[in-house]
């Protein structure tokens, strides 16, 4: 899902694209919470359930902090909430089910 320039993720505003890959695109990012720019990754393919959480464990092993983000706001996640591989993530982070 390609990002625009202005768009809105959470309390993120897309201020540039940086590049892209396999596992999805990062783009700049201005965080309004803290009043400064981060780097923000969109995994592609939401779609296809058992490549979502590879993309999501391999987050997970990377320790990324987004991760974190992407599991309590991102409605795009909402059709795997109700598998066990999303409870089993959540618990491995230490959120409670």
């Not at 965080?31 to 464990?57: H, M, N, P, T």
């Not at 993530?89 to 409670?96: M, T, Y």
């Amino acid at each position: 899902m390609p990002l625009s320039v202005g768009d809105k993720l959470g309390p993120y505003e897309i201020l540039a694209p940086i590049g892209a890959g396999g596992m999805g695109e990062v783009y700049r990012a201005r965080d309004a919470r803290l009043s400064r720019d981060v780097a923000i990754k969109v995994y592609a393919g939401l779609g296809e359930k058992d490549q979502v959480f590879d993309w999501l464990d391999r987050a997970y092993k990377d320790r990324s902090y987004y991760l974190a983000v992407y599991l309590t706001t991102d409605a795009r996640l909402d059709s795997l909430r109700s598998d066990p591989r999303f409870a089993e993530l959540r618990k491995k982070i230490g959120f409670p089910n």
